[in-house]
């Protein structure tokens, strides 16, 4: 295995290595974020003041107001947020919500705008990916209704003509790279304050929304510093304290079984969960979930959930199953058109560029649309946003979005041809120098790291998520003294270790076909994440590689 050692300087104490590493220049603000320190006022955000005032307005003239989400978790969570502060907290009942099917696709169509006209409603707040929505803004403003855009997405040269755009990304706003359910957040803070609701009310914004602001902060794969890191962080300490969770997050962790939860979770567990309802069927179900605080009732919906997440996982094996079959994997860029179920493709594209360490575009063709709408995603080495930017001035694409390592396009059929042929073409422009795979480690553990305190608080970095990794060490001559195997199934191996006449313990899961090369050995050098031991207390390492 190739790797890299990322911070050789070892008269820094190890979580001062670690922090260099991520390019953290206030050490106290980022191991111990407060509202004081990491906080920015909501009304620095484009448009915030404007979008208050109107809605403000609303409430004062009883309009017809209609939060219009999306289909994926980030839709549905930040719905939420928006509808239930409006309904519940500031108990405003002329207020609905929207959630279009996965038949209709992203974006506000408009159909969906002449259905809101009928029913009267004259202020829409907008959730995610409305930034380059430019023709159906115009249309919604000829109809007379209003549209605050809230979105975090990167935005085109041209704006959409809408009341107003609440965007991280515009003006001057400190932090760029907050996930739509953040900016949410923002709006009903800036609300919270203009209305100065009272003591009591602003706890109850806390703990009833900051859970579901970190449920898609993390799945929406943004990075976890600065203002996201706080949110996520603060979250994690109210839905670990049972008496702070409000009743819905709380049905939600019991379902789960989950005993502590951490990023990790809300990745693998939580997300995938609220996500298969809008993929496979409607996303109502979804929305329920959190809008329900009835353990009985929150339960039916959760048993819904579990089926379509198991239904999810069969099909997006099978898709990836039958790509692998069919394309070629030595392409600088994968591209797979076909078929597919579009509800899944994001996640086999991310499955493929992990795998090939490639970046790889699935297209969902949608025949009577004569279009196809696809997922990107990409490895650090490479920019999906910079392919998508220069494939957009091609003008082939009807819409897109997306981030650096992932995205999202919208094309014509008859376009494909010229769409493979500009990957090639623009591969040269965005290929980096080095393509080869390489394992980034931390830093090597010495015999001084094992004997300070810092080894046993790294979990002050938590959580950890995108561009705050957990750590990966280099640990050199090991001394293997003594393997068992563990787990329910005697599947996976536990090491006890020594270095410098210090043991610890190394886990690796499945790794039963490692015995005979630690049985074998006297001493190893390994490549291992650090792990908080949350049963037993303390730490242990976990096996990625031997070197």
């Given amino acids: 295995m190739k790797f890299e050692l990322l911070n050789t300087n070892y008269d ?146 041209v704006l959409p003509d809408a009341y107003s755009i609440i965007n991280p990304k515009l003006w001057n706003y400190p932090f760029k790279d907050l996930a739509w359910v953040g900016v949410a957040f923002k709006l009903i803070s800036a609300l919270a304050n203009r209305l100065n609701l009272s003591k009591l009310s602003k706890e109850k914004l806390i703990n009833y929304f900051l859970p579901i602001v970190a449920i898609w902060t993390v799945a929406d794969c943004v990075p976890l510093i600065d203002e996201n890191r706080f949110l996520v962080k603060k979250w994690l300490e109210i839905i670990n304290n049972s008496k702070k969770r409000p009743p819905n997050i709380d049905n939600l962790i019991s379902y789960l079984k989950l005993k502590e939860v951490d990023s990790y979770h809300i990745w693998f567990v939580i997300g995938p969960r609220l996500n298969a309802s809008g993929r496979i069927h409607k996303p109502d179900n979804s929305f329920q979930v959190l809008f329900q605080h009835s353990k009985s009732v929150q339960e039916k919906y959760l048993d819904l959930l579990e089926e379509m997440n198991k239904q999810r996982q069969n099909t997006q094996s099978d898709i990836l199953k039958e790509i692998e079959e069919k394309i070629d994997l030595n392409e600088n860029i994968l591209l797979a058109v076909g078929d597919f179920h579009e509800w899944v493709i994001w996640i086999v594209a991310g499955r493929l560029s992990e795998k090939y360490n490639k970046p790889a575009i699935v297209l969902s063709v949608q025949k009577d649309k004569n279009q196809a709408v696809g997922s990107c995603r990409s490895p650090l080495y490479f920019s999906i946003i910079e392919l998508l930017n220069k494939i957009w001035e091609e003008g082939i694409l009807e819409r897109y979005w997306g981030h650096a390592q992932a995205g999202g396009l919208t094309i014509n059929l008859d376009n494909l041809d010229k769409f493979k042929q500009l990957l090639k073409k623009y591969w040269e422009d965005i290929l980096p120098d080095n393509l080869e795979k390489i394992l980034f480690v931390d830093t090597e553990l010495l015999k001084q790291d094992f004997l300070s305190e810092d080894i046993q608080n790294l979990d002050l970095l938590s959580p950890f998520w995108e561009q705050n990794p957990k750590p990966v060490f280099l640990i050199k001559d090991v001394k293997v003294v003594k393997v068992d195997v563990v787990g329910k199934q005697n599947n996976h191996i536990k090491i006890l270790a020594e270095k410098d006449w210090i043991q610890f313990n190394i886990l690796k899961w499945s790794g039963l076909s490692l015995l005979e090369k630690l049985k074998s050995s006297d001493k190893l050098s390994v490549i291992v994440n650090w792990e908080k031991d949350s049963f037993n207390g303390g730490f242990y390492f976990k096996l990625i590689d031997f070197i």
């Fill in 12 to 157: 820094l104490s190890l979580i001062d290595r670690l922090l260099e590493i991520r390019n953290i220049k206030d050490k106290e603000k980022f191991l111990n974020p407060t509202w004081k320190n990491s906080w920015y006022d909501p009304f620095l955000l484009s448009d915030m003041q404007k979008s208050i005032d109107r809605i403000i307005s609303a409430i004062k003239n009883n309009e017809r107001i209609i939060v219009f989400g999306d289909y994926d978790v980030d839709g549905v969570t930040s719905t939420y947020v928006v509808f239930y502060f409006l309904y519940k907290i500031l108990n405003y009942k002329n207020v609905s919500i929207r959630l279009p099917s996965r038949q209709d696709g992203y974006w506000i169509r408009g159909f969906h705008l002449d259905e809101l006209k009928q029913k009267n409603v004259s202020l829409i707040i907008t959730v995610d990916n409305w930034i380059t929505a430019v023709e159906e803004v115009s249309y919604a403003k000829s109809l007379g209704m209003d549209l605050i855009i809230t979105d975090h997405h990167t935005p085109l040269e």
